[in-house]
């Protein structure tokens, strides 16, 4: 499984970005998927998962209200558009397969992880 993350970039305060995640493989239709981010001399912390049906869906308090977490099964794709962006939110964001529907927030129940993409937001 191999999953490829992209559309980070720089922003201002305010803005908003939409990243991609692509995965490889026939059974992406089966996995529950999550987004993390790591800011700089930061540990990684969670920032949404969606369940593999996209019924259900999960954000970090940080982010609530202004991100969204999606999917497309036919595209092989998980999608997190971030709206309202703040400096504090600066980071490189990672998509990540998870092994778990209910764990969900720990880095430990993700099997496979994307490359990384960075977003960094201007004041």
């Known amino acids: 499984v191999q999953l490829q993350a992209s559309g980070g970039g720089l922003v201002q305060a305010g803005g908003s970005l939409r990243l991609s995640c692509t995965v490889s493989?026939?059974?992406?239709?089966?996995?529950?998927m999550g987004w993390f981010r790591q800011a700089p001399g930061k540990e990684r912390e969670f920032v949404a998962f969606?369940?593999?049906?996209?019924?259900?869906?999960s954000y970090a308090d940080a982010v609530k209200g202004r991100f969204t977490i999606s999917r497309d099964n036919n595209k092989n794709t998980v999608y997190l558009q971030m709206n309202s962006l703040k400096p504090e939110d600066t980071a490189v964001y990672y998509c990540?397969?998870?092994?778990?529907?209910?764990?969900?927030?720990?880095?430990?129940?993700?099997?496979?992880w994307g490359q990384g993409t960075l977003v960094t937001v201007s004041s």
């Open positions: 493989g026939r059974a992406f239709y089966l996995y529950n």
């Open positions: 969606i369940s593999w049906n996209g019924d259900s869906t």
């Open positions: 990540a397969k998870s092994i778990s529907g209910s764990d969900y927030r720990t880095t430990r129940t993700y099997d496979y």
